[in-house]
């Protein structure tokens, strides 16, 4: 009996003094891993910090910034942790190679979502357009309502809303309206063989020239488009600001059809020729 008792307690002690080696072996190791991770942590948010002062100070877009912010954040803290337990003495290799099976497999999966993404990080940084444009691109005419870092939200003319991804957006022909602050609105009109074109084109200037969406500078222009044998065509060259251009678009019509009915201006006339057959 006593032979047992002494027997666990000589498993005891040698238990015990292999814990106490353990610790003595590892205490400074975890104490020091300790010692990273906090300062490291402290790093990491001064980094951030900067980060956020140097993403404002360029201008880049909020959206673009809040992952930008993200990304650089979590990455940091994914080397810290590595770095940490690799000072503890656990073997990383297989870890990192764990991790970077999984990015390659999690990328195969979502090749068009990294497409947009890539796509959607290339519109804000590089800006072909902003919030508010009237663009056209992939046979979608509007109005940006949002641009989200996978697709660009816009507003038709007829309020319809089309999401399109930013992968096709980034790779395709993008024809922005209002990056000039102002943009020209093409009409044509009509008029009989029989008016003198000088006339036309004078109640067509006096109608833009009264519509006070239409800018003056450029000047509005009309000229004669072609000649057929109806009449002639002009060709009404408006300009204005990109977010009235339906409005001048419209109205310009409407008012230039009344200026041309007060001047006495008649629309193209065609010819019916009737030949008795005896």
């Known amino acids: 009996m006593h032979d047992s008792v002494n027997e666990q307690i000589g498993q005891v002690n040698v ?3 292999k814990a106490m080696s353990l ?16 300062v ?15 993403l404002d100070r360029k201008g880049v877009e909020p959206t673009l910034k809040r992952f930008l912010h993200s990304l650089v954040t979590i990455s940091l803290r994914i080397l810290l942790f590595i770095t940490a337990i690799q000072m503890m003495g656990v073997e990383t290799t297989s870890f990192v190679a764990i991790i970077g099976a ?37 046979g979608v005419l509007g109005n940006v309502k949002e641009i989200q870092i996978f697709t660009t939200v816009l507003l038709t003319p007829e309020n319809k809303t089309a999401i399109i991804p930013n992968g096709a957006m980034a790779n ?22 029989d008016t003198t074109i000088s006339k ?26 072609k000649l057929t044998m109806d009449g002639v065509e ?5 300009w204005c600001d990109p977010a ?31 030949h008795n057959i005896d």
Not at 40 to 54: E, F, N, P
């Open 102 to 138: 999984a990015g390659l497999a999690v990328g195969l999966a979502l090749q068009g979502t990294l497409a947009n993404f890539a796509g959607g990080t290339l519109i804000l940084l590089f800006k072909p357009y902003k919030v508010g444009d009237l663009i056209e691109a992939q």
């Open 172 to 193: 395709g022909n993008i024809i922005n309206y209002s990056a000039d602050g102002k943009m020209r609105v093409d009409l044509t009109f009509g008029i009989s063989n």
């Open 40 to 54: 490291g942590g402290m790093l990491i948010r001064m980094v951030a910090r900067l980060l956020g002062k140097v």
């Open 200 to 225: 036309a084109r004078e109640a067509l200037l006096a109608a833009m020239q009264a519509n006070p969406l239409v800018l003056q500078a450029p000047a509005p222009s009309v000229t004669v488009n």
């Open 234 to 238: 002009l060709a009404v060259r408006p």
């Open 23 to 38: 610790a003595m072996d590892y205490a400074p190791k975890v104490l020091m891993a300790l010692l990273v991770l906090w």
């Open 244 to 274: 009235h251009y339906w409005d001048v678009y419209f109205g310009v019509y409407e008012q230039g059809r009344d200026a041309l009915i007060a001047a006495g201006v008649k629309g193209p006339q065609k010819e019916v020729n009737v």
């Open 15 to 17: 238990w015990g003094q």
